[in-house]
């Protein structure tokens, strides 16, 4: 879903659509696990202006696994 959006906000005028909700739903996508890399590259793009505070924090606690009771990825030697 996140590169979906990001192909939706790269054709669509900036000023039609939500980058909040939009903003929101790509962290639901990323707490779902569904594609984590590319909702912080969706993030990323949307920019700061378009993060809530709550935003902030629900990122926060994708980027450490261990906040939400999960182990880290594992790391093959």
Excluded at 8 to 21: G, N
Excluded at 53 to 75: I, K, N, Q, T, W
């Amino acid at each position: 879903m996140p590169a979906a959006i990001l192909a939706l906000t790269a054709v669509a005028e900036p000023t039609s659509m939500d980058r909040r909700a939009l903003a929101a739903a790509v962290l639901r996508s990323a707490e779902q696990e569904a594609d984590p890399t590319g909702a912080c590259d969706a993030l990323e793009a949307f920019g700061v202006a378009a993060s809530t505070a709550d935003h902030l924090r629900r990122l926060s606690a994708v980027a450490r696994p261990s906040e939400r009771g999960l182990a880290p990825p594992h790391r093959g030697r």
